[in-house]
């Protein structure tokens, strides 16, 4: 079973980027499909997106459609959540989850989660 560290996140004024990453320990990354969810103070933990295994198919919450873009490296172990465009509705703590065979949109699909990142966007 893989070990999963996030990095990267901070603070950024609105219309700026970050790159979220997400380092995978193990040498079966490449066997798990991978999300990223957020949980802003005081909701629920939702879908921002997901990548299949061979890093070939993306999918994307409608809120981040077209901002934000997820790849992985697996021969580095590790995925990238680039953030463009931020808007400070997308403050949150960020987290990278793992889980074998296809990816999902559904956060109790996932078997590992790493410890989270917090984004934090400035009007």
């Known amino acids: 079973q893989v070990q999963l560290v996030e990095s990267g996140g901070g603070l950024v004024q609105a219309g700026g980027s970050l790159t979220l990453s997400c380092a995978a320990s193990?040498?079966?990354?490449?066997?798990?499909?991978m999300g990223w969810f957020r949980q802003a103070p005081g909701k629920d933990r939702v879908f921002v997106a997901a990548?299949?295994?061979?890093?070939?198919?993306?999918y994307y919450a409608n809120s981040v459609k077209g901002r934000f873009t997820l790849s992985r490296d697996n021969a580095k172990n590790t995925v990238y959540l680039q953030m463009n465009s931020l808007k400070p509705e997308d403050t949150a703590v960020y987290y990278c989850?793992?889980?074998?065979?296809?990816?999902?949109?559904?956060?109790?699909?996932?078997?590992?989660w790493g410890q989270g990142t917090q984004v934090t966007v400035s009007s």
């Open positions: 989850a793992a889980k074998h065979l296809s990816a999902s949109d559904q956060s109790s699909d996932y078997d590992v």
């Open positions: 193990g040498r079966t990354f490449s066997s798990y499909a």
């Open positions: 990548i299949s295994t061979s890093g070939s198919s993306t």
